[in-house]
């Protein structure tokens, strides 16, 4: 079965500050999508990236970059020179061919940017 | 870019009555569509799979008979959750499958449910 852990439960740095937010998964299919969503208090989810199992070139958009190693299991996310309105909570998920398309949620990073 | 919405986006509702929550998927179609409900300061569990013409798969655990899953055509999906009580307050958030992509989901604004 899929699972996908994010470690860090809450993250608060000062602005400006550079953090990186984890996610490891774990799967047995060989074909598979992982994604990051952003979610503002109010709820909606907004659609930040998402890569399939066989790209691991890393990915950069503006202070966002993406670290994708499947030798780890791992896709961890960094924001630099963060801002306050970076603050969120941010979710790593997975979808694989094999799960009919169902996409499983980490428990999310609730991130803190102090000013 | 794709659109999925949901109605209403809030209720608030007595506890024993039945509450219904639309999805629609705007400018595409959508063979399946997915409901998850959140509880407050938690991550996104799913509950069930929603196929158009056929019935809703559940997630072990989630109350068939009490969360009923409709997905009459391939640009709607609804959830009614009956007989609610104040544990059934949450948020819900459905997610619609591009038919013509492998991957390509997107999700709806969401709906807060408060059972009083």
């Known amino acids: 079965a899929q699972k996908v852990t994010q470690a860090q439960t809450e993250i608060s740095v000062v602005e400006k500050e550079d953090v990186t937010l984890d996610c490891v998964y774990e799967?047995?299919?060989?074909?598979?999508?992982l994604f990051w969503y952003k979610q503002p208090p109010s709820g909606e989810l907004v659609f930040l990236i998402r890569?399939?199992?066989?790209?691991?070139q890393n990915e950069i958009s503006g202070r966002y970059s993406w670290n994708f190693q499947k030798s780890t299991s791992s896709f961890n996310f960094t924001i630099t020179a963060s801002q306050v309105v970076d603050s969120a909570v941010y979710f790593c998920?997975?979808?694989?061919?094999?799960?009919?398309?169902?996409?499983?949620f980490g428990s999310g990073t609730r991130l803190s940017i102090r000013p | 870019g794709a659109v999925v919405s949901q109605h209403p986006s809030w209720v608030i509702c007595k506890s024993g009555t039945s509450v219904k929550i639309e999805c629609r998927s705007l400018?595409?179609?959508?063979?399946?569509m997915f409901w998850y409900r959140q509880f407050p300061k938690q991550s996104l569990m799913l509950m069930a799979t929603?196929?158009?013409?056929?019935?809703?798969?559940?997630e072990q655990g989630v109350e068939k008979d009490k969360f009923l899953i409709n997905h009459a055509s391939l640009t709607l999906s609804t959830l009614t959750v009956t007989s609610a009580h104040p544990e059934d307050s949450s948020f819900y958030i459905c997610?619609?499958?591009?038919?013509?992509?492998?991957?390509?989901?997107?999700f709806g604004p969401g709906t807060r449910l408060t059972v009083t």
């Open positions: 997610s619609a499958h591009n038919r013509d992509s492998s991957y390509e989901q997107y």
């Open positions: 799967t047995r299919d060989t074909t598979y999508y």
């Open positions: 890569r399939n199992s066989f790209d691991e």
């Open positions: 998920a997975h979808l694989s061919w094999s799960s009919a398309s169902k996409i499983i």
């Open positions: 400018d595409f179609q959508a063979t399946t």
């Open positions: 929603s196929n158009e013409g056929s019935k809703a798969t559940y």
